[in-house]
């Protein structure tokens, strides 16, 4: 099944022939084409074409099993794709792999430390590895997360938002342009993803990172990210701007009125509704919003008392509805 994708610029554009991909795009940092990776017989991703624009915040959405963590492994040179290539800054992941990888940074799934060294420890450790980070590197990133005054202490004391807000600080180390973040809030209480959903604002806004946001927690993903692709057993279903592709879906409201069946019923004749779903106290009503003061018009016409009208389009009805359909594909 080919990606669906938004109409305005900034969108990737795929050409009936998939070997010529062309992008509307001003600057295109992370460009997949035909991604693939096959384990035994079973491909657990394939035919991925990505395009994640400098300065996103680009939501990779799908189900658990559906494929995310291997795509990032993928981009971040962690297990060789089957088939396809990964373009980073304008370079082959496969025939320039230190240059593409070089202005990146990123954690996949659940970050490991050593517990019985300090954070502080941890980071130097892992910036030996790419030729040393300067101690003061240590305490900007350590303070970027929260954690400047427990830097000290074992990892194994931190709680688990700490640890997972450690792996960011892990991930933005040698101060990477593009930050791959693969389920940084799996786990987490509400204040936990709260604290990490502002860091990774902080971030893009800020510090003028780009980021990768890789998670199943859809809510989440609504709150920070302009852009997004919805992953679905190995494929992709769709890509480009959230707010375009949830516009573009249709949209429903929740409607309060009394008397209810009623209202039911006025709803049901209106021309613009597409569906009505009658609850114990309200209606959910599947309508354009350009046509809700209409119907609430003609509810006021019919002598109903109408006491609530809100919109529930949400990315996660829009997911399902993606899904779903890829599903009966």
């Known amino acids: 099944m080919p990606p669906r994708t938004s109409g305005s610029s900034g969108i990737l554009e795929c050409s009936g022939n998939l070997d010529t991909v062309s992008f509307s795009m001003p600057d295109p ?61 304008g370079h082959s992941l496969r025939s320039e792999r230190s240059a593409a990888l070089r202005r990146v940074g990123g ?14 420890r941890n980071l130097e450790l892992v910036g030996a590895l790419t030729g040393g980070v300067h101690r003061h590197r240590i305490d900007e990133v350590l303070d970027l997360v929260g954690l400047l005054s427990r ?21 933005l180390l040698t101060d990477p342009e593009l930050v791959v973040l693969d389920e940084p809030t799996n786990g987490l209480d509400p204040q936990g993803m709260k604290e990490v959903r502002e860091l990774i604002r902080s971030l893009a806004h800020d510090r003028q990172k780009t980021i990768i946001l890789s998670s199943h927690l859809l809510h989440e993903v609504e709150l920070v990210a302009n852009r997004m692709a919805i992953i679905h057993q190995g494929e992709l279903a ?30 049901r004749r209106h021309r613009a509704v597409r569906s009505v779903e009658v ?18 018009a003609s509810l006021v016409r019919a002598k109903v008392r109408v006491t609530m009208v809100r919109p529930v389009r949400s990315l996660e009805e829009y997911f399902l509805s993606i899904t779903e359909q890829a599903q009966g594909t």
């Open 29 to 89: 940092i992370l460009v997949t084409r035909k991604l693939g990776k096959r384990f035994g017989k079973r491909w657990a991703v394939r035919n991925v074409d990505l395009a994640v624009q400098r300065g996103d915040i680009f939501g990779f959405l799908g189900p658990n099993g559906a494929g995310k963590s291997t795509t990032i492994r993928m981009v971040l040179s962690l297990i060789r794709p089957t088939e396809g290539d990964v373009h980073l800054f």
């Open 107 to 120: 954690i996949v799934e659940r970050p490991d430390f050593y517990l019985y060294l300090s954070a502080i």
């Open 238 to 267: 769709v890509q480009g701007s959230v707010k375009e592709l949830l516009e573009g879906a249709g949209s429903a409201v929740m409607v309060g009125a009394s008397p209810l069946r009623t209202a039911a019923a006025v709803c």
């Open 151 to 171: 830097g000290r202490d074992l990892v194994k004391t931190y709680s688990h938002g700490m640890k997972q807000r450690l792996g960011i600080a892990q991930a």
């Open 279 to 296: 609850n114990e106290a309200d209606l959910r009503v599947a309508i354009d919003t350009k046509a809700v003061p209409h119907l609430v």
